[in-house]
């Protein structure tokens, strides 16, 4: 009976993951689309990955309460960006090598590889098809690259943390949204301060 219960979780949560994941990729794509009304009186589109940012940050610091109790979006399409988040099972096999000394088997291996051959299949396909003029597949997919390469970072010492040191995982989220909320802070008003074409700025907090 308990091995059954943990073959419908291990089927459930990679499933759950896949379909939250490409919601999520898909809601903050039509966000950057959405034409609205600025500080200024002009008509422009509502590219805040920033503010995007920040409103996770706040999120994660709800998970506080229960332990008490990708500029990429922009630059290339939706769907581009849901195939490249395929890097991120390649990068989690090196870093788990690297900070936890763990060892993979022949099969899971494979896995990594057909990973890695769909992602390049669709980062080329994306570079040599016409693209909307607002976005850039090239320097997109190249952030989704860095940034995929941070995430899986992320999980393995989150998964360190919680298995080896025994954290409780609403802090460690409740954590991760304190340090993401101080340094969004500090890059909100640099992009405030640098010239752009957000209102003036890189990024206009007031107008978001």
């Known amino acids: 009976m308990p091995s059954n219960h943990f073959d419908i979780w291990t089927i459930l949560f990679p499933l759950g993951t896949n379909i939250f994941g490409a919601t999520v990729v898909t809601t903050k794509k039509l966000q950057f689309q959405q034409l609205v009304l600025g500080i200024d009186g002009t008509i422009h589109p509502f590219r805040k990955p920033c503010i995007q940012v920040k409103m996770l940050n ?50 899971q291996y494979g896995c990594v590889l057909i ?8 980062s080329c396909s ?11 597949p090239i320097i997109g997919s190249l952030l989704m690259f860095v940034a995929q390469m941070c995430s899986s970072f992320q ?12 954290y409780d995982p609403t802090l460690a989220l409740g954590i ?27 990024e206009n907090t007031l107008d978001s």
């Open 115 to 122: 990973a890695l051959i769909g992602a390049v299949i669709a």
């Open 176 to 202: 991760e949204g304190i340090i993401g909320s101080v340094l969004m802070i500090i890059l909100l008003i640099i992009f405030q301060l640098i010239p752009g074409k957000s209102v003036g700025s890189v």
């Open 126 to 136: 994306s570079f040599l098809s016409k693209s909307a003029p607002s976005e850039n």
């Open 58 to 107: 706040i999120s994660e610091l709800g998970s506080l309460i229960a332990f008490g109790a990708s500029f990429a979006m922009t630059l290339a399409p939706p769907s581009l960006l849901e195939v490249l988040m395929c890097y991120r099972i390649i990068f989690n096999p090196i870093w788990e090598f690297i900070c936890m000394i763990r060892t993979f088997t022949v099969d």
């Open 155 to 166: 999980y393995v010492i989150e998964e360190k943390l919680m298995l080896k040191q025994h």
